[in-house]
């Protein structure tokens, strides 16, 4: 409760006592708040009570001293979290949507910190979790911040609708190929796989990390992936059936061959149960696109 003005991001509400009136603030945007999380992370500290606060660092993390913070730059807030930005240096995330059981982004990100030691994905730094009996649940988690000039899908967007304009514009003589916004798009699409193959790599070398094990495939994996693909090629068969009069030229016509073809594509899908593989089974990110890249 506070009669101090604040900007309106940091407003979540007005409040009355009696003839008092007030604001309640979103405490992501007080420096007081970030700091004192950030002090308990950076220590380790475990804070207790009926229940317990555990904040735990990364060796990223510990390896500095915590510096003063200056500046907060508060991020627009989404559904589930409010993020700041600390000096341009740290990212740390508040979640407001609290579900019980391990974070992937805590798991995952302090295995790509401390574990793989993955160099190319903003560096994990620490967390804080409610810890309730055997139930946990995570209440914050601290990122590097890096700096950028938007995310992979902004730039990669822009870089294709610049590439289709010089498209119009050019002349026959003239060959796309060569241009150097042409090359450049190529590169970075290299760099884009490139990466996501070493974050793979990463994932497939914790053998003795548990839940990172990789292991083996199973007859039993393959029947649930070639059931699951059923279940949806039955699904997109229905759903083609019923609605591809409402559709535009020339979807309706290609709808159609599918239609036609369905006895083949079940089958083909259906010989799925007997395939064997010699691969393994291994974590991925499960939030890896290029929206967040």
Same mark, same amino acid.
């Given at each position: ?31 007081? #708040? ?39 730059? %508060? ?26 059981? %391990? ?79 042409? %090359? ?27 839940? #990172? ?41 290609? %709808? ?38």
């Amino acid at each position: 409760y506070t009669e101090i003005d604040k900007g309106p991001a940091s407003v979540l509400a007005a409040v009355r006592r009696g003839a008092r009136e007030g604001v309640l603030l979103d405490a992501t945007t007080e420096p007081e #708040f970030i700091s004192a999380v950030l002090a308990k992370i950076h220590a380790s500290e475990t804070v207790a009570d009926a229940n317990q606060i555990e904040f735990r660092a990364t060796a990223g993390f510990t390896a500095n001293p915590l510096p003063e913070i200056k500046n907060i730059t %508060a991020i627009a807030r989404e559904q589930s979290n409010s993020s700041v930005i600390v000096d341009n240096k740290l990212v740390v995330k508040v979640l407001r949507r609290i579900t019980a059981g %391990a974070h992937p982004e805590i798991e995952v990100g302090r295995f790509l910190a401390d574990v793989a030691h993955f160099q190319n994905a903003p560096l994990f730094l620490g967390s804080a979790e409610l810890v309730e009996g055997d139930s946990r649940s995570a209440l914050v988690v601290v990122h590097e911040f890096i700096e950028n000039q938007g995310d992979a899908w902004s730039v990669t967007a822009n870089g294709l609708d610049r590439l289709v304009e010089e498209h119009r514009l050019t002349t026959v003589a003239e060959s796309i190929a060569e241009s150097l916004e042409t %090359a450049s798009m190529v590169q970075r699409i290299r760099q884009i796989g490139r990466r996501t193959a070493e974050m793979h790599l990463a994932f497939a070398r914790g053998t003795d990390t548990p839940g #990172f094990e990789p292991e083996p495939i199973s007859a039993d994996d393959v029947a649930r992936w070639t059931d699951a693909s059923l279940a949806r090629a039955r699904t997109v068969f229905n759903l083609l059936r019923h609605h591809r009069s409402e559709l535009a030229d020339p979807v309706p016509q290609l %709808a159609q061959t599918l239609l036609d073809h369905h006895d083949a594509i079940v089958r083909h899908i259906e010989s799925g149960w007997n395939a064997h593989y010699d691969g393994l089974k291994i974590r991925h990110h499960g939030d890896f696109h290029l929206g967040q890249g």
